[in-house]
């Protein structure tokens, strides 16, 4: 049984530039969340999909956008890339949207802004 | 707003000790679910405990030991015996409404622990 998987790894951007991230659900589960984690800094919420639909967002500019596929598979997309978009995207996978549901991590997408 | 608070930014104790790991958190709900997640250098948060505002029993699951007090406002974490492979990062995490959609931010993470076991 698959976890959540993401890739790629590692992605090093410049300034400026838009990158895309992607997420495959653990097997069974159709809802997927992004946190971006700073260095050395918890995770924090970006956004939900389920039902192909943005059900909840957090404090992000709207340069970061996603996608969930009819697989339940998702993209997190970010434009405009700032030096400070440095960090690890982690996707989280869950059954169903409540709140409370045990979410399950992938490893993780490390992006460097150069 | 929720907000989940981990003073300690980093224990180091020598294997065999016990530890305890500090999380206070803020939120305006009533209902609301308390985690913890252990994140090893590997990067990937693994789940270990979730808690909802109702039941404040203690729970113990074999060297892993939680503490719920709601008239603190604290959750917090004790390994016993602990052992090299307990070094990680511990996070705890608050999530306060209970469907998405009803205005909640997913889980709100503390800062975290870097706990470290000295052999």
């Known amino acids: 049984d698959a976890g959540v998987t993401q890739s790629p790894t590692h992605l090093i951007k410049t300034r400026g530039q838009q990158v895309t991230l992607r997420c495959s659900p653990k097997?069974?589960?159709?809802?997927v969340s992004w946190y971006q984690q700073a260095l050395g800094q918890g995770p924090q919420f970006i956004f939900q999909?389920?039902?192909?639909?943005?059900?909840q967002r957090g404090n992000f500019p709207d340069r970061f956008s996603g996608h969930q596929f009819p697989n339940y598979s998702s993209e997190l997309n970010v434009n405009a890339l700032l030096l400070g978009d440095s960090a690890l995207y982690l996707c989280?996978?869950?059954?169903?949207?409540?709140?409370?549901?045990?979410?399950?991590f992938g490893p993780g997408t490390r992006l460097t802004v150069l | 707003a929720q907000k989940v608070t981990q003073a300690q930014t980093e224990i180091s104790v020598v294997e065999k000790e016990d530890v305890t790991l500090d999380c206070v958190y803020e939120?305006?709900?009533?209902?609301?679910?308390l985690f913890w997640y252990k994140q090893p250098p590997s990067g990937e948060l693994v789940f270990l405990i979730r808690?909802?505002?109702?039941?404040?029993q203690n729970e113990i699951s074999g060297r892993y030991s939680w503490n719920f007090q709601k008239s603190t406002s604290s959750f917090n974490f004790t390994i016993t015996a602990s052992q090299v492979v307990d070094s990680a990062v511990y996070f705890c995490?608050?999530?306060?409404?209970?469907?998405?959609?009803?205005?909640?931010?997913?889980?709100?993470f503390g800062k975290g622990t870097h706990l470290i076991i000295q052999p």
């Open positions: 989280a996978s869950s059954l169903g949207v409540l709140n409370y549901n045990e979410q399950f």
């Open positions: 939120t305006r709900d009533t209902t609301y679910y």
């Open positions: 995490a608050l999530s306060e409404a209970v469907y998405s959609g009803g205005g909640a931010d997913g889980l709100t």
């Open positions: 999909y389920y039902e192909e639909e943005e059900r």
């Open positions: 808690r909802n505002s109702f039941d404040e």
């Open positions: 097997s069974g589960h159709d809802t």
